[in-house]
Nanobody, 122 residues
């Protein structure tokens, strides 16, 4: 079992930055993939970024490449998402997720955090 808790969301102006955190507990993550998804109101959950816990290899959704950075701190069992040049259309609840084995870019993960709201104002 893995428990995930997101933090760091809030209100930011367009063009600004936020750094989200996801703290994991309950078991080791050595063979897990960790990911960030987001879900605007009334829309489907969208893949944002993912990282392989063991290798550190990263993956990004097309819309955030070059602006967002995912990273992990193994000692703290924490995943981060640095978001730069934020756009109003990226207002959403951002979720941290985990699954065994490989990264996938669909919301097919076994564990989910409660979500943290990110609001980008014009």
């Amino acid at each position: 079992q893995v428990q995930l808790v997101e933090s760091g969301g809030g209100l930011v102006q367009a063009g600004g930055s936020l750094r989200l955190s996801c703290a994991a507990s309950g078991r080791t993550l050595s063979d897990h993939a960790m990911a960030w998804f987001r879900q605007p109101p009334g829309k489907e959950r969208e893949f944002v970024a993912a990282v392989s816990w063991s290798s550190g290899r990263t993956y990004y959704g097309d819309s955030v490449k070059g602006r967002f950075t995912i990273s992990r701190d193994k000692a703290k069992n924490t995943v981060y998402l640095e978001m730069n040049s934020l756009k109003p259309e990226e207002t959403a609840v951002y979720y941290c997720a985990a699954r065994r084995w490989m990264v996938v870019q669909r919301p097919e993960y076994d564990y989910w955090g409660q979500g943290t709201q990110v609001t980008v104002s014009s």
